[in-house]
DNA sequence: GTCTATAAAGCGATAGAC
DNA sequence: GTCTATCGCTTTATAGAC
């Protein structure tokens, strides 16, 4: 068998969306990977260096079906539609986004007492934050630049909290991604709301 | 000197603050409360029932700020201002909520890997839910009841997302609770728009 | 590259003196 | 009630054969 390499990295994968980062151990990785625990060490040096690629392996892999629009859906550039897709993407019943949010979990739980882990957290999301807040201002159209980047954080940190309450059991998926879309209306009715011209949205 | 029992819990709070429940070492504790390791199991049994017993603590010390209006501070029963005050309590710069939120969080992210965790959790999110919402209720005056519960859920996920936020040092707490607070105006607005005789909010 | 076997360290928990 | 000393299991990491 070839690429024991990322047959690693997938069970790792597996085994921290299974125990969390701070719960994975060499052991039931190796048997997850069906491999020894030495190949583990020897293709990755310690437990922090299997970690740092695995937590990197997974952020790759969420590029697959965070940036990509579904092609042929007929989904416009730039419309609500995308925006709502790009911010309930991570919440789905999938082995793959499952294992991704949980290990993006650990992450930030785990960034509030090791500093090393923040840098690499600060980064993803000011990109993501970045990204949404540009997604909105199209969507709105015209709008200050403060008043999108509050509501990208607004939304994002929603997300982020939708997402543990549905990995703990404490919200179904579905309604999860329902208070997301609602949340995703509002604040891009308040944006237009918030134009200099300001127009009745009732009216 | 007198209970020594009620100093290692104050020392469990901060140690837990510092690294985590599960980070949590019973010699570190020790060290910290400036007592043996054997006196800790002397008083709690285990590992175990020294959490039980910390996070017992900690929820009970938090109802002191949490439950109760500032006296004298004239803030009307029911009004937008306790509302606000009820959803910004825990992003606070104090040793005490610090260490209040940082416990929250844990068993949160705990509650992702350990069923075991998670009834407590619930339990103390239904309640929370529940008063945010009764809350919600008197601010907007009339609204449907399921519109009320989604708006709290909304506000209670925002909070626990911007308090993560914090604790990993992605926001600045100020920003953290300016951000709660235009949300919560937002969802009051929102409750009060959505009445059965619509009220254009701008005229 | 991959394995088995083992060393080394960390940590929860207990024994027994005072 | 409180301490010092230590046991024993778990887990990371390495040695060395193939």
Redesign the pocket.
């Known amino acids: 068998?070839k690429d024991?390499k990322r047959v690693i990295l997938e069970a790792a994968a597996r085994v921290i969306a299974r125990r969390g980062v701070r719960g994975?151990?060499?052991?039931e990785l190796a048997a997850e990977a069906h491999?020894?625990?030495?190949?583990v060490?020897?293709h990755f040096g310690?437990?922090?260096g299997l970690l740092h690629h695995t937590l990197r392996f997974i952020g790759d892999r969420a590029q697959r079906y965070t940036r990509h629009r579904p092609p042929g859906s007929g989904e416009p550039d730039g419309s609500l539609r995308e925006l709502e897709r790009r911010l309930t993407q991570e919440l789905q019943e999938t082995p793959e986004v499952r294992e991704n949010s949980t290990a993006w979990g650990e992450l930030r739980a785990g960034a509030v007492f090791d500093p090393a882990l923040r840098e690499g957290l600060r980064e993803a999301s000011t990109e993501w934050l970045r990204e949404i807040a540009e997604l909105l201002g199209r969507v709105a159209q015209t709008a200050p630049d403060t008043a999108l980047v509050a509501a990208a954080e607004r939304l994002t940190v929603l997300l982020e909290g939708l997402s543990t309450r549905w990995l703990t059991g404490a919200l179904p998926v579905a309604h999860a991604r329902e208070l997301m879309r609602v949340s995703v209306t509002a604040e891009v009715e308040g944006l237009r709301a918030a134009r200099p011209r300001a127009v009745c949205p009732v009216g």
Chains 1, 2 share one sequence.
Not at 35 to 39: C, G, I
């Open positions: 068998m024991r994975l151990r060499m052991e491999v020894s625990k030495a190949l060490y020897y310690d437990r922090a």
